[in-house]
């Protein structure tokens, strides 16, 4: 009986259970041995730290061909250049727009409530700060140089150039065209038969992620920020559960009761890696199986949210730019706010889809005011649990556009997003990882 029981838990009662274990894990051996150099050199950094991190490489491996394979895909339905160009227009427009939202609310809420104490300031903190990009290289950079390169390097807006582009070459080349595109297909079925085979390792890799967590990070690191935490998680969630659901309800007129709850897998494996890019695989599988996308749009609009759509680390960034200037007694006019919106909202579009870049992002924001970039050092303590929060928020919204836009362009079956077993009976990759598991 508990067998048959065992094999009707689906993916999320699975992940939520190696989420739960690992945090009991972790708090169970840092309260029985505290302190212990054991513990963590042989399961904290040991055995945790290497299912984990073989967990994470092996979502980071497909992202690279899926991105560009999925893209192709789309890019190929797309023969008509008006299509593509108002697509990339729609989407890039949504994205900016609900970003520049983002900021605007966080920096509201920051004013409103000042998070910031001056008694914080010490002239011990130091952060080793790393070069931000500046806008003119971002631009630049958009077009590879070497697409073998970007590939090798990971560079997902060259990668999302190239395959465009190249998408676009085969859909205009006739028959032989056509070829290749079928090929591009068939290639496109084996990634996502790759990914069903690595989903069936999340809950393990989920556990040593949270277990290692839980031992690393203690209460008394959020003592001196927790005011500061607590308003970025408030306006997270603010914007996970009522901007993105008003504008899901008002631009599609979709229930949002039925998109939160069929976005429950993407937002655990967002939350549990902390990368955009790492849970792309699973965002794209929910929003073509479960949501109702068609995979033109999917494939075009969700791979390019993962790069430019940081709604999350938009948010993270109005608050600390609030919170620093608050901690050292730095009075920042209505233009210096003006100027971190206009900075951060582009500023996204530049930032990477991978855990702890946001503080990188964080510090060109800063020196664009003036606010001393030592200040990161407060708030590095809880900036990894709110990396895990946003990164939920940035994928979140990724398909709130994608469901947006693919109802606009008329590529949407609506009787599939109100199915609420959709994905349980259609063959996606949810229940493809349960039909692995009881073989």
Do not use: W
Request: charged share 15%.
């Amino acid at each position: 009986m508990a067998l048959t029981q065992n094999k009707k838990l689906g993916l999320t009662a699975k992940i939520l259970i190696g989420m739960a274990g690992g945090i009991l894990f972790g708090l169970l051996l840092r309260n029985l041995f505290p302190e212990s150099n054991f513990i963590q050199e042989y399961i904290t950094e040991g055995l945790l730290h290497v299912i984990g991190s073989i967990f994470i490489s092996s979502l980071q491996m497909l992202v690279v061909p899926l991105v560009f394979v999925s893209l192709v895909c789309g890019t190929c339905s797309l023969s008509d250049p008006s299509t593509l160009g108002r697509l990339g227009g729609k989407t890039i427009v949504f994205y900016l727009f609900t970003t520049a939202i983002a900021l605007t609310v966080a920096i509201l809420v920051a004013l409103l409530i000042h998070p910031g104490n001056a008694s914080l300031a010490s002239e011990n903190m130091h952060y080793a700060v790393k070069e931000a990009p500046s806008l003119s290289n971002v631009l630049i950079n958009l077009v590879p140089r070497n697409p073998i390169q970007a590939m090798t390097e990971g560079n997902m807006l060259q990668i999302i150039i190239f395959a465009v582009i190249f998408g676009f070459a085969i859909s205009h080349i006739g028959e032989r065209g056509k070829r290749v595109a079928a090929l591009f297909n068939d290639l496109n079925e084996v990634i996502m038969r790759v990914v069903t085979l690595i989903m069936q390792l999340a809950p393990y890799g989920i556990f040593a992620l949270m277990g290692k967590l839980a031992l690393s990070i203690g209460l008394e690191t959020f003592e001196s920020v927790v005011k500061y935490f607590f308003v970025v998680l408030g306006v997270l969630l603010f914007h996970a559960f009522i901007v993105y659901p008003f504008l899901l309800k008002t631009f599609s007129g979709l229930s949002p009761l039925i998109f939160i709850r069929k976005m429950r897998d993407v937002q655990l494996f967002a939350f549990s890696t902390a990368s955009s890019n790492a849970t792309l695989p699973v965002t794209l599988e929910t929003a073509e199986h479960r949501l109702g996308v068609d995979n033109k749009i999917a494939s075009f609009t969700l791979p390019l949210g993962a790069t430019i759509n940081m709604d999350g680390t938009a948010i993270m960034q109005g608050v600390a730019t609030v919170f620093i200037a608050q901690v050292f007694g730095i009075d920042l006019t209505i233009t210096d706010y003006v100027m971190v919106v206009v900075t951060a909202t582009l500023a996204s579009i530049g930032t990477a889809g991978v855990p702890g870049v946001g503080l990188i992002m964080l510090a060109m924001v800063l020196n664009q005011v003036g606010l001393p970039v030592e200040g990161i050092a407060l708030i590095m303590g809880v900036d990894r649990l709110l990396d895990m929060v946003r990164t939920a928020v940035n994928v979140t919204g990724d398909s709130v556009a994608t469901v947006i836009i693919a109802k606009s362009e008329s590529a949407f079956n609506e009787e599939l997003f109100n199915d609420t077993q959709a994905g349980k009976t259609t063959g996606s990759f949810v229940d493809q990882v349960n039909a692995e598991v009881k073989d």
